[in-house]
DNA sequence: CTTGAAAAAGTCAAGAGTGTTTGAAACAGG
DNA sequence: CCTGTTTCAAACACTCTTGACTTTTTCAAG
C-alpha cells in the first residue's frame, strides 16, 4: 500500500544498502549515473535524453524510471556524483608530498589535469545549462559552491606558508583559477598547444613571485 | 515556375537588397536573427526553438521559415551575424586612442567589456553546443578561427612596439585571453567581484612587464 | 485595373522525448 | 508453498518540435 520503501532508496546516498537482497540496486544506480556522465561528455546537455541514458546503461527505460522517476532525479544524482567524485579525486591529487618539492607546480598541474577529465566535461555541460534553467541552477549551485570552497580549503593546506598573508594568495588563488579554467575551455574544441604549456610555465613564475612577495 | 528568386536573397548577405520592392525583407531577416540571438541569451541553445524564436520576433512560424526554410540556416545567419558584429565591436573599441595613452588597460578593459556582452554569451552557447554537434562546428569553427585571427592582428596593430619579438606578445596575449575567457565564464553565473578586478590589474601590470623585458 | 511574384500566415503529419501505467520475473520471509 | 516486495520490461498517452504544404495578403509593374 505505502510506496514508501522500508529502508533501501532512503534519502540520498548511493551505497547505503547495508547488505539486503540487493545492494544491487545500488550498482544498478551507479550504473545508470556513469551512463548519463558520458552522455554528457560525448552528447552534451541538450542531447542527453533518457532513452540514450537507459541504452548506454544497458537498462530499459522503464527500468530505469522506476530507480529515478524522472530525468531530473538522474541529473541531480550525477550532480552529486560528480561532486564527490571530483572533490576526491583533487585532494588525492593534491595530497601526494610532490618529488622535488615544488608544491607550487603541483597545484598547478593537478589543477590542469583536474580540468582535462571528463568529470569536468560533464561538470561543465550542467553548468552551461544551469544559466538558464532555475531548477537546475538550484541543484548545481550549492556542489559547485562547495567545492568552489574545499578547493580553496585545500590549497590552504598545501600552502601554509601562505596562510598569514592573504591578500596575494587569493589573487594567487583567483589568477590560477581564470587562466587554467580559460584554457580548459579551449581544450574542449582545440588541442593543448606548446603555447598553453608557456602560458602554464608563466602562471608558476608568478604564482612563485607573489609568494616572495609575501614571505 | 522556377522557384529562384529573380535577385533578392541571393547568396548569403542581409543588406545587398538594392532597392527593390522590399529590402523590407532584409528589415525582417535582421529582426528574426537578433531575436534568436536573444533566445540563445535567455533561454540558452537547448531552448531555443524556432516557434520561439518566430514568437520573439513577432512573426507567424511560417512567415520565419520562409526567409530561412531550416532552423540550422537561423542559426548560420546568427553566427555570421555575431562574428560580423563582434568584430565591428571589438575593432571600434581598440581604434580610438585611450586618453591616458595606456594601450594596454585599454586593451584589457576592451576584451573584457567584450566578453560580458550578450553577443559573446550567444557565441559561447553556441560554442558549447558545437562541441557535440558536427554540423554546428562546421558552421561555428570557421567564424571562430576567423574571430581570433583578427583580434590578433588588431592587437598587434595596437602594440606596434611588440611586433619585432613575438615571444612575449603572443604569451601576453594569450594569456590575457585565458583569464578574461575564464573570467567571463565564471561571470555567467556569477557577478563580477572585488577580487575579479583586482585580477585585472594584476594581468595590466604583468602585461606591462612583459612588454618591458621586449623592450 | 489587372497581374504575378514575393511576403506572411496558417495547417498538417511525422518524429522524438517524457512520464505514467500495466504486467512479468526474481527473491526474501513466513 | 505462498505472499508481498523489488527489479525489470513493455506499452501507452501526452506534449513539443520540426519541416512541408497550402492559402492569404501585399505590392510593384504593365
Redesign the interface.
Known amino acids: 500500500m505505502a510506496t514508501i520503501p522500508h529502508e533501501p532508496l532512503s534519502p540520498d546516498a548511493l551505497s547505503i544498502g547495508s547488505g539486503w537482497q540487493a545492494q544491487k540496486s545500488a550498482s544498478t544506480r551507479t550504473q545508470i549515473i556513469e551512463a548519463a556522465i558520458t552522455c554528457l561528455v560525448?552528447?552534451?546537455?541538450?542531447?542527453t535524453t533518457t532513452t540514450v541514458i537507459a541504452k548506454k546503461a544497458g537498462l530499459s527505460r522503464g527500468a530505469m524510471l522506476h530507480h529515478f522517476p524522472s530525468k531530473m532525479d538522474i541529473i541531480r544524482a550525477a550532480v552529486e556524483y560528480l561532486h564527490a567524485k571530483r572533490l576526491r579525486a583533487f585532494r588525492k591529487a593534491m595530497a601526494k608530498e610532490p618529488t622535488d618539492g615544488d608544491h607550487v607546480r603541483l597545484g598547478i598541474e593537478g589543477y590542469w589535469s583536474h580540468v582535462k577529465h571528463p568529470w569536468f566535461v560533464a561538470f561543465?555541460?550542467i553548468?552551461?545549462?544551469?544559466?538558464?534553467?532555475k531548477e537546475l541552477?538550484a541543484i548545481l549551485f550549492p556542489a559547485q559552491e562547495a567545492f568552489e570552497r574545499e578547493w580553496y580549503e585545500t590549497s590552504l593546506e598545501l600552502f601554509p606558508e601562505w596562510k598569514r598573508k592573504g591578500e596575494n594568495f587569493?589573487?594567487g588563488f583567483?589568477?590560477t583559477?581564470?587562466?587554467?579554467?580559460?584554457?580548459g575551455?579551449?581544450f574542449?574544441?582545440h588541442k593543448e598547444t606548446e603555447?598553453?604549456k608557456?602560458?602554464l610555465r608563466?602562471?608558476e613564475t608568478?604564482l612563485k613571485e607573489l609568494a616572495d612577495e609575501d614571505r
Chains 1, 2 share one sequence.
Open positions: 560525448e552528447l552534451g546537455y541538450g542531447r561543465f555541460e553548468s552551461v545549462a544551469a544559466r538558464t534553467d541552477a587569493m589573487l583567483d589568477l583559477r581564470y587562466v587554467i579554467e580559460g584554457m575551455i579551449s574542449l574544441t603555447r598553453d608557456r602560458v608563466y602562471l608568478k
